[in-house]
Every structure is written in C-alpha cells, then in structure tokens.
Nanobody, 129 residues
Framework: QVQFVESGGGLVQPGGSLRLSCAAS????????IAWFRQAPEKERVKVGC????????DYVDSVKDRFIISRDNAVNTVYLQMNNLKPEDTARYYC??????????????????????WGQGTQVTVSS
C-alpha cells in the first residue's frame, strides 16, 4: 500500500517546539515534491508548506514562515516538519502528501489539495497551556 505515516505530534505549550516525521511506505520519495498540510476541526485542509526534490527548496504559507522548517532525507524515505514557537492557532491534525512532480507547484490550479496523493492518517498537534 502506498501511503505516508505521520508521527511526532502531541500536546505542547505555546512557544514550544515539535518535530513531525512523515515516512513513506510502499514507494520511494525520490523525484517527488512532498507537502505538509493541516486541518483544524470543522475547517478545510490547508497546505503548510512544500519541499521540492533535487533542489531541496521549500516554501511556506505566511502564517508559519520563520517558524516552521521542512526538510527531507531521501535515504530514509522521510520528510520532516520542524515547528518552533508554536501558537494555539497551530492546533490541527497534520498530514503529508506527495505531488507528482519533483518541484512544488506554483500555480494555484496545480496547488489544490486534490492534486496531492498518498495521504496518511495524520498526527495531532495541540498547542495549549
């Protein structure tokens, strides 16, 4: 079965940090861009950021810029999301998914949730004091 397995979530106080992992199962992440998404209760799933293969370039939504960092280790088929200075509004279930090209999409029509594949079950992040 081709999917991701996310882990590393938990309860953290505001200002704290967490590192999420996204391990690919059943396929190799080489040559694919990988994105992190999050979904809060009763809200749409939104993209947090994306990392391209080959260049390793990443991009982020404004709300997490300078706080979140995406990295990847193709040798262990895993992508990471380092989250720093967490805020209550970061509370959500976090997912990773694959884009069927090595570079992260730039055009809005290409960057829709339905264009990503191999979704896992996600990992819950709760930021609360």
């Amino acid at each position: 079965q081709v999917q991701f397995v996310e882990s590393g979530g938990g309860l953290v106080q505001p200002g704290g940090s967490l590192r999420l992992s996204c391990a690919a199962s059943g396929f190799n992440i080489n040559y694919y861009a990988i994105a992190w998404f999050r979904q809060a209760p009763e809200k749409e799933r939104v993209k947090v950021g994306c990392i391209s293969d080959v260049t390793g370039n990443s991009d982020y939504v404004d709300s997490v810029k300078d706080r979140f960092i995406i990295s990847r280790d193709n040798a262990v088929n895993t992508v990471y999301l380092q989250m720093n200075n967490l805020k209550p509004e970061d509370t959500a279930r976090y997912y990773c998914a694959m884009y069927n090209y090595w570079a992260c999409p730039k055009e809005p029509l290409d960057d829709r949730v339905q264009n990503y594949d191999s979704w896992g079950q996600g990992t819950q992040v709760t930021v609360s004091s």
